[in-house]
């Protein structure tokens, strides 16, 4: 077997299992969960009509590139989106399965493993779990940046010796960030930037985020939009986003990746040979829900009036309890051990929510999730308001 597939790392969510067993929660409460980043509101009408009038594309084989209709339906998302020119559908849109598995292949695609070092990839701490499995089984090492509250939960590449930058290929951002919520600003954009032109490496930016924030003035900044501000091209870029979060599709398995021509090039072909071509109704119903901003205008006015009603009521409990600068995450430095807040939170209140250790890794000497809890505010107004209230009366 390949052996890279040792070095893979169990799931958060199956450590959490694991530290749940022999626990038996509180029977008198419902149980609830805010460990799962999984959208739970309703998913939007027209997607589904969409989807539904749109199965008769199961009888043939979809292509790898998808329709046109899809990689210009979301070309002119990215115009409205981010006020950037149009890119060129047939060269730096490519539709994916979801976010997850373009973010997992696309180092398959970059790094190349002919060198007589062993390659970098680095990757911000905690993160999401594909950045480091997509490091491993491409034959890399991953380095991890810690984000603390120190520097604001953002990345200092200042940190990383010019050794490591000399063998990273690859640098994972994700913005707004999971679980802290952090985005990325001009200024660090045009760090980043400079440290690419000046050692070659590729930046994936996760921006499945994105459109899950709570001031309609301030969106947040993309990857694209940031490089075309500073009047760059989109050499050694790519940006994935995603219409699980935005549009309530996480079923649906559909987002894309758009930037420079010459990784998507080789990146498709990468995808023909993978077998990864998206479902045409998914195809169609896709297209529909990136040109439709109503229902993203309501999904973000369920999230913001959760967010409002919740972090006040926790700072009594957790006094460091900040709102985000976007995501659905509350990321909680609860200054105790995180792994026996949740299985208290588990014991006694049926509540589920994830250690901040499980999502990081040991770096640098510490471990910067750990003390920390990620709350996420996926699931109805009612619920989540259910959920604080037990934590408020029980502490
Ligand atoms: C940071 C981050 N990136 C990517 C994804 C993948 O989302 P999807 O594959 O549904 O687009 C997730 C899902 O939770 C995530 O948290």
């Given at each position: 077997m390949n052996p890279h597939l040792s070095q893979l790392q169990p799931y958060p969510f199956q450590r959490l299992r694991d530290v749940f067993q022999g626990i038996m929660p509180n029977p008198q409460l419902t149980p609830i969960n805010l460990s799962i980043g999984e959208p739970k509101h309703a998913t939007p009408p027209i997607i589904t009509e969409a989807l539904k009038n749109n199965v008769s594309g199961l009888a043939s084989y979809p292509t790898t590139v998808g329709i046109p209709a899809l990689r210009e339906a979301i070309n002119q998302w990215l115009q409205r989106r981010y006020g950037i020119p149009a890119l060129d559908i047939d060269r730096a849109i490519l539709p994916?399965?979801?976010?997850?598995?373009g973010l997992f292949a696309i180092a398959q695609a970059v790094i190349d493993t002919n060198r007589t070092t062993t390659p970098v990839v680095i990757s911000p701490n905690p993160f999401y779990q594909i950045y480091e499995g997509a490091a491993f089984l491409a034959?890399?090492?991953?380095?991890?940046?810690?984000?603390?509250?120190?520097?604001?939960?953002?990345?200092?590449?200042?940190?990383?010796p010019p050794a490591v930058l000399h063998h990273t290929q690859l640098v994972y951002v994700c913005t707004p960030g999971n679980p802290a919520g952090k985005v990325m600003d001009i200024a660090a954009w045009k760090t980043l930037f400079a440290l690419s032109d000046q050692y070659g490496f590729?930046?994936?930016?996760?921006?499945?985020?994105?459109?899950?924030?709570?001031?309609?003035?301030?969106p947040p900044l993309g990857a694209l939009q940031?490089?075309?501000?500073?009047?760059?091209?989109?050499?050694?870029?790519?940006?994935?986003?995603?219409?699980?979060?935005?549009?309530?599709?996480?079923?649906?398995?559909?987002?894309?990746?758009?930037?420079?021509?010459?990784?998507?090039?080789?990146?498709?072909?990468?995808?023909t040979y993978h077998g990864c071509a998206m479902n045409p109704a998914?195809?169609?119903?896709?297209?529909?829900?990136?040109q439709d901003e109503a229902h993203v205008l309501e999904n973000r006015r369920l999230y913001t009036e959760k967010f409002n009603r919740v972090v006040q009521p926790l700072q009594h409990v957790w006094a460091k309890t900040q709102m985000p600068e976007a995501a659905f995450y509350l990321w909680i430095n609860t200054e105790q051990a995180d792994v026996e807040v949740a299985k208290t939170l588990y014991r006694e209140l049926n509540i589920t929510v994830l250690p901040g250790s499980f999502l990081a890794r040991e770096a640098q000497g510490i471990n910067p999730g750990k003390g920390f809890i990620r709350l996420a505010l996926v699931s109805s107004v009612a619920e989540t308001l259910e959920a604080v209230q037990r934590i408020q009366t029980f502490y």
């Open positions: 994916l399965n979801g976010s997850r598995e034959g890399a090492e991953p380095y991890f940046i810690n984000t603390l509250p120190d520097n604001d939960f953002g990345m200092d590449f200042s940190e990383v590729v930046i994936v930016a996760d921006e499945c985020y994105s459109e899950i924030y709570f001031d309609e003035a301030r940031a490089a075309h501000q500073l009047g760059r091209d989109y050499s050694r870029l790519v940006m994935f986003s995603s219409l699980s979060k935005r549009s309530n599709v996480p079923g649906m398995r559909s987002g894309f990746v758009a930037g420079d021509p010459a990784i998507i090039e080789k990146f498709t072909l990468y995808r998914v195809q169609a119903a896709s297209a529909t829900a990136w």
